[in-house]
């Protein structure tokens, strides 16, 4: 891609847009929930931003190669690829497209074969179907049929498919056949036809219920045996569009209150007198006793996570996102942005601290707090928000839970209150549940919150007309959401550690919500079994000090062990004192610790006092474009100091413009090129003198290049080796080397080339080694996460700048095979324990063949 000379926007992440549409042979466009190496954006289904060629620093760039790896799924056979403006200013050139098979299913690579059959690199989120129903189970709106849009994709001869229909009345009875616009055999009381006769084919279903029903069990199935057919994805559920929130909610509308008589309008009901209250109040439906119990899992994820940086509203104090505290005016502005922080916006915008507030004690609190809560609403005409960041989903769900906690209050003081606080929750949970139905968050920690403040909903107001279709897709969303978050093994499938953890919470804060419903008490005791497996593989990640490694997106958190022991203490499981256990015996040497996460290198060494060591090496899937290209990275503590650190985790307020790069992690790329889509697996380890070697195999690097990279650990963790081998066919090889430290250690680098890193009166040797090739630039720098955000006018305080740590790069360049790295030693006999290990023939030969 080449810019022009005058562009003004060369340094944009999101400089161009990359679409691609999957083909079939007969030309039929495939919509897969999800292609590995490519994400799904807001323009195309599958696609990916393309970053201006400054965005890597080069300012006076105005050319960048582009590359992308991504899988390719059955059926499709082709790709429609289009490139779009952006953030670019003036127009751009793209030259010399080339598409071309990266590897096949199973690719060998240093004799080690990376099979990716059962790999989530290979999954594009299908859903096989057989004889018998896959069946959905979905609440009803009185009187009201439901939308179903998916699509089948087929791949050889079928009969096409069927959706068979089970209604049931309030109390589960089942509805006698036959229902409406449905046909039926002898053998299927019920059914609708989906004819398929294309590759791919789009389907619509409009199911409508007979009188009485209460909920619509639908069931997805094959006409004959051994059918090839899979859904893309769950179908979409969908209502008719009156009662979408779009056409519901009125520009002209002075307020929330209008929200629920215009919605029972649209419905039919008439006004009427219920129970001394007017129909279309909310009133009609709140139950006291089930106010008393709403539940708050989003704010206690937030409690257990935060701990005493938790939101805390005290007088004219207002604390967030782990700022000073502000002083929040009489008059709120819901526009107020004082520390220039998306966080501390995101917190801001969320209610939850006032929802905090109003379970205070004192009267005066509490109507304060319902006061500011209506200043909200009248602030945020729906479709105008004041902050537009209250738009997003994890914001608006915590909203909808402080506003359900909220109405509970204000029903018993204030009526023009909970009138508006009624309104709001209604359309907050329209919104969220419009982003279920369409699956817009399916597969990520969002989509359980999001079901969550849905669920609550639907269990605290179950007399609303929308409350068992919201019920539903929450049920729905919170099945699917914790299949793919928690896998059956117990591995949480989050690159991340800190998204690891924030799973875990959320999840054992869900399992008695969970617990206390029929229809979701199975989804619970396979949860507490999953976690049990996760808790411990967790566990295992935490380092000596307490302290859990910054591998992916790490926001900044102060103390990641107490988190994890207010969780315990808060929700304990008998399974937790197991795994405590586990970590004390570990205690009584060096050795591997035992975590779940298969893709994962851990050696510690426990000792009460400064001389623990631990070393954490991970080389799991990289498998959207956002994740952080750090296969192979590792993080290395000796001597009780953290020396070798991450700092590719970004921060909530300054994400940085490369954090996910691979230079901001402790890794090795070839002739430039950034790592793709692939992942690493580890051969069978083995002994060399002092030290345990792993050699780890990876894919990530595109189909030009084999590489490999070997760990040499010492037994006492006093130092350790990292080299790579790169081999392509029959030309030259450029490496570039990253080795990012502490921000508390001083490099120097002296003329020899040796390095040593200064902690006060501690010393770590590097050493620059090459086996094949030759050794080039040695440099030191400095790294940070990202440039300060811009202060605003009226900022009382600024966001601090990112801090900045050394890093130490290093090139070697050869042939077509290029081998070598660094010796990591804390002392002189540490290093030369490891030049022995080096030489020795067992431990180059991998390197070098």
């Given at each position: 891609?080449?810019?022009?000379?005058?562009?003004?926007?060369?340094?944009?992440?999101?400089?161009?847009?990359?679409?691609?549409?999957?083909?079939?042979?007969?030309?039929?466009?495939?919509?897969?929930?999800?292609?590995?190496?490519?994400?799904?954006?807001?323009?195309?289904?599958?696609?990916?931003?393309?970053?201006?060629?400054?965005?890597?620093?080069?300012?006076?760039?105005?050319?960048?190669?582009?590359?992308?790896?991504?899988?390719?799924?059955?059926?499709?056979?082709?790709?429609?690829?289009?490139?779009?403006?952006?953030?670019?200013?003036?127009?751009?050139?793209?030259?010399?497209?080339?598409?071309?098979?990266?590897?096949?299913?199973?690719?060998?690579?240093?004799?080690?074969?990376?099979?990716?059959a059962e790999s989530r690199l290979t999954r594009d989120g299908r859903i096989?179907?057989?004889?018998?129903?896959?069946?959905?189970?979905?609440?009803?709106?009185?009187?009201?049929?439901?939308?179903?849009?998916?699509?089948?994709?087929?791949?050889?001869?079928?009969?096409?498919?069927?959706?068979?229909?089970?209604?049931?009345?309030?109390?589960?009875?089942?509805?006698?056949?036959?229902?409406?616009?449905?046909?039926?055999?002898?053998a299927i009381p019920a059914f609708i036809d989906i004819p398929v006769h294309?590759?791919?084919?789009?389907?619509?279903?409009?199911?409508?219920?007979?009188?009485?029903?209460?909920?619509?069990?639908?069931?997805?199935?094959?006409?004959?045996?051994?059918?090839?057919?899979?859904?893309?994805?769950?179908?979409?559920?969908?209502?008719?569009?009156?009662?979408?929130?779009?056409?519901?909610?009125?520009?002209?509308?002075?307020?929330?209150?209008?929200?629920?008589?215009?919605?029972?309008?649209?419905?039919?009901?008439?006004?009427?007198?219920?129970?001394?209250?007017?129909?279309?109040?909310?009133?009609?439906?709140?139950?006291?006793?089930?106010?008393?119990?709403?539940?708050?899992?989003?704010?206690?994820?937030?409690?257990?996570?935060?701990?005493?940086?938790?939101?805390?509203?005290?007088?004219?104090?207002?604390?967030?996102?782990?700022?000073?505290?502000?002083?929040?005016?009489?008059?709120?502005?819901?526009?107020?942005?004082?520390?220039?922080?998306?966080?501390?916006?995101?917190?801001?915008?969320?209610?939850?601290?006032?929802?905090?507030?109003?379970?205070?004690?004192?009267?005066?609190?509490?109507?304060?707090?319902?006061?500011?809560?209506?200043?909200?609403?009248?602030?945020?005409?729906?479709?105008?928000?004041?902050?537009?960041?209250?738009?997003?989903?994890?914001?608006?769900?915590?909203?909808?839970?402080?506003?359900?906690?909220?109405?509970?209050?204000?029903?018993?003081?204030?009526?023009?209150?909970?009138?508006?606080?009624?309104?709001?929750?209604?359309?907050?949970?329209?919104?969220?549940?419009?982003?279920?139905?369409?699956?817009?968050?399916?597969?990520?920690?969002?989509?359980?919150?999001?079901?969550?403040?849905?669920?609550?909903?639907g269990l605290v107001l179950p007399a609303l007309p929308m409350a068992r279709?919201?019920?539903?897709?929450?049920?729905?969303?919170?099945?699917?959401?914790?299949?793919?978050?928690?896998?059956?093994?117990?591995?949480?499938?989050?690159?991340?550690?800190?998204?690891?953890?924030?799973?875990?919470?959320?999840?054992?804060?869900?399992?008695?919500?969970?617990?206390?419903?029929?229809?979701?008490?199975?989804?619970?005791?396979?949860?507490?079994?999953?976690?049990?497996?996760?808790?411990?593989?967790?566990?295992?990640?935490?380092?000596?000090?307490?302290?859990?490694?910054?591998?992916?997106?790490?926001?900044?958190?102060?103390?990641?062990?107490?988190?994890?022991?207010?969780?315990?203490?808060?929700?304990?499981?008998?399974?937790?004192?197991?795994?405590?256990?586990?970590?004390?015996?570990?205690?009584?040497?060096?050795?591997?610790?035992?975590?779940?996460?298969?893709?994962?290198?851990?050696?510690?060494?426990?000792?009460?006092?400064?001389?623990?060591?631990?070393?954490?090496?991970?080389?799991?899937?990289?498998?959207?474009?956002?994740?952080?290209?750090?296969?192979?990275?590792?993080?290395?503590?000796?001597?009780?100091?953290?020396?070798?650190?991450?700092?590719?985790?970004?921060?909530?307020?300054?994400?940085?413009?490369?954090?996910?790069?691979?230079?901001?992690?402790?890794?090795?790329?070839?002739?430039?090129?950034?790592?793709?889509?692939?992942?690493?697996?580890?051969?069978?380890?083995?002994?060399?003198?002092?030290?345990?070697?792993?050699?780890?195999?990876?894919?990530?690097?595109?189909?030009?290049?084999?590489?490999?990279?070997?760990?040499?650990?010492?037994?006492?963790?006093?130092?350790?080796?990292?080299?790579?081998?790169?081999?392509?066919?029959?030309?030259?090889?450029?490496?570039?080397?990253?080795?990012?430290?502490?921000?508390?250690?001083?490099?120097?680098?002296?003329?020899?080339?040796?390095?040593?890193?200064?902690?006060?009166?501690?010393?770590?040797?590097?050493?620059?080694?090459?086996?094949?090739?030759?050794?080039?630039?040695?440099?030191?720098?400095?790294?940070?996460?990202?440039?300060?955000?811009?202060?605003?006018?009226?900022?009382?305080?600024?966001?601090?700048?990112?801090?900045?740590?050394?890093?130490?790069?290093?090139?070697?360049?050869?042939?077509?095979?290029?081998?070598?790295?660094?010796?990591?030693?804390?002392?002189?006999?540490?290093?030369?324990?490891?030049?022995?290990?080096?030489?020795?023939?067992?431990?180059?030969?991998?390197?070098?063949?």
């Amino acid at each position: 891609m080449v810019c022009a000379a005058a562009e003004a926007a060369a340094g944009a992440k999101d400089f161009a847009s990359l679409g691609l549409e999957f083909l079939a042979q007969d030309q039929s466009g495939i919509d897969f929930a999800q292609v590995p190496g490519l994400a799904r954006t807001a323009i195309d289904v599958h696609g990916d931003w393309i970053a201006g060629p400054g965005w890597d620093g080069a300012a006076d760039s105005r050319a960048v190669i582009l590359r992308r790896c991504f899988y390719l799924p059955a059926p499709a056979s082709q790709v429609a690829v289009v490139i779009r403006s952006w953030r670019n200013t003036h127009a751009f050139r793209v030259g010399d497209p080339l598409i071309r098979p990266a590897a096949p299913d199973a690719t060998v690579v240093g004799g080690a074969a990376i099979d990716r059959a059962e790999s989530r690199l290979t999954r594009d989120g299908r859903i096989a179907l057989g004889a018998q129903p896959l069946w959905y189970r979905h609440g009803l709106v009185p009187g009201r049929a439901l939308i179903f849009k998916g699509q089948i994709i087929a791949q050889g001869q079928t009969e096409g498919a069927r959706a068979q229909v089970v209604f049931r009345d309030a109390r589960g009875n089942q509805l006698p056949p036959p229902y409406p616009d449905t046909l039926a055999t002898p053998a299927i009381p019920a059914f609708i036809d989906i004819p398929v006769h294309r590759a791919a084919y789009r389907f619509t279903l409009k199911v409508a219920p007979p009188p009485r029903a209460a909920t619509l069990e639908i069931g997805f199935a094959t006409w004959e045996t051994g059918a090839s057919l899979a859904l893309t994805a769950a179908p979409e559920v969908l209502l008719d569009d009156d009662l979408r929130l779009a056409n519901l909610a009125d520009d002209a509308d002075p307020g929330a209150e209008a929200f629920l008589p215009h919605l029972l309008a649209r419905l039919g009901g008439a006004p009427a007198m219920v129970g001394g209250a007017l129909a279309g109040s909310i009133r009609t439906y709140l139950d006291p006793a089930r106010l008393a119990q709403v539940p708050t899992p989003l704010r206690s994820f937030i409690a257990l996570r935060d701990g005493p940086d938790a939101p805390a509203w005290t007088g004219a104090a207002l604390r967030l996102a782990r700022r000073p505290a502000w002083t929040l005016p009489e008059s709120v502005d819901w526009t107020a942005d004082p520390f220039q922080s998306q966080a501390w916006r995101l917190a801001f915008q969320s209610l939850s601290w006032v929802a905090a507030a109003a379970e205070s004690a004192e009267r005066q609190v509490r109507d304060r707090a319902i006061a500011v809560a209506v200043s909200w609403s009248r602030a945020n005409p729906w479709g105008q928000p004041a902050d537009t960041l209250s738009l997003h989903p994890a914001c608006m769900a915590m909203r909808l839970e402080a506003l359900l906690s909220l109405l509970a209050i204000a029903a018993e003081t204030d009526a023009r209150a909970v009138e508006i606080l009624g309104g709001e929750v209604l359309r907050h949970a329209f919104a969220l549940a419009e982003i279920l139905a369409q699956h817009t968050v399916a597969g990520s920690l969002l989509e359980v919150k999001v079901a969550a403040a849905v669920l609550a909903v639907g269990l605290v107001l179950p007399a609303l007309p929308m409350a068992r279709h919201w019920t539903g897709l929450a049920t729905i969303a919170l099945r699917s959401g914790v299949d793919a978050l928690i896998d059956p093994g117990g591995v949480i499938v989050e690159p991340s550690y800190h998204r690891g953890l924030e799973i875990l919470t959320l999840a054992l804060v869900l399992l008695p919500v969970l617990s206390a419903r029929p229809d979701l008490a199975s989804l619970a005791g396979a949860l507490d079994l999953r976690l049990a497996k996760a808790w411990a593989g967790l566990v295992a990640l935490f380092e000596p000090d307490g302290t859990l490694p910054p591998f992916g997106d790490t926001p900044t958190h102060d103390d990641r062990s107490a988190w994890i022991e207010r969780v315990a203490a808060a929700h304990p499981r008998p399974w937790m004192g197991r795994s405590a256990a586990d970590q004390v015996e570990r205690r009584g040497g060096p050795g591997p610790g035992a975590s779940a996460r298969s893709e994962t290198l851990v050696h510690r060494r426990w000792a009460d006092g400064p001389d623990w060591a631990s070393f954490t090496a991970d080389f799991s899937e990289q498998m959207r474009p956002q994740d952080h290209r750090d296969c192979t990275s590792f993080t290395f503590a000796t001597g009780g100091l953290r020396w070798i650190t991450e700092v590719g985790g970004s921060h909530s307020d300054s994400p940085g413009q490369h954090v996910a790069a691979a230079r901001a992690h402790n890794v090795v790329i070839p002739d430039g090129r950034e790592p793709t889509a692939g992942a690493g697996l580890s051969r069978a380890p083995f002994t060399v003198g002092a030290a345990s070697v792993h050699l780890i195999d990876t894919d990530v690097h595109g189909p030009d290049y084999r590489h490999v990279r070997a760990f040499a650990l010492l037994d006492d963790l006093s130092g350790l080796a990292v080299f790579d081998r790169f081999a392509t066919r029959g030309r030259p090889l450029s490496l570039d080397g990253f080795l990012h430290l502490d921000p508390a250690v001083t490099v120097a680098l002296d003329a020899s080339g040796r390095v040593f890193g200064l902690w006060n009166d501690r010393r770590l040797h590097i050493v620059p080694h090459a086996l094949a090739g030759q050794l080039g630039r040695v440099a030191v720098g400095r790294y940070s996460a990202g440039p300060q955000a811009p202060e605003r006018g009226g900022a009382s305080a600024p966001n601090p700048p990112p801090q900045s740590s050394p890093v130490l790069s290093y090139a070697i360049t050869g042939g077509r095979s290029v081998a070598g790295g660094l010796l990591i030693a804390a002392s002189p006999e540490s290093l030369r324990r490891l030049v022995r290990v080096v030489e020795d023939e067992a431990f180059r030969r991998p390197l070098t063949e």
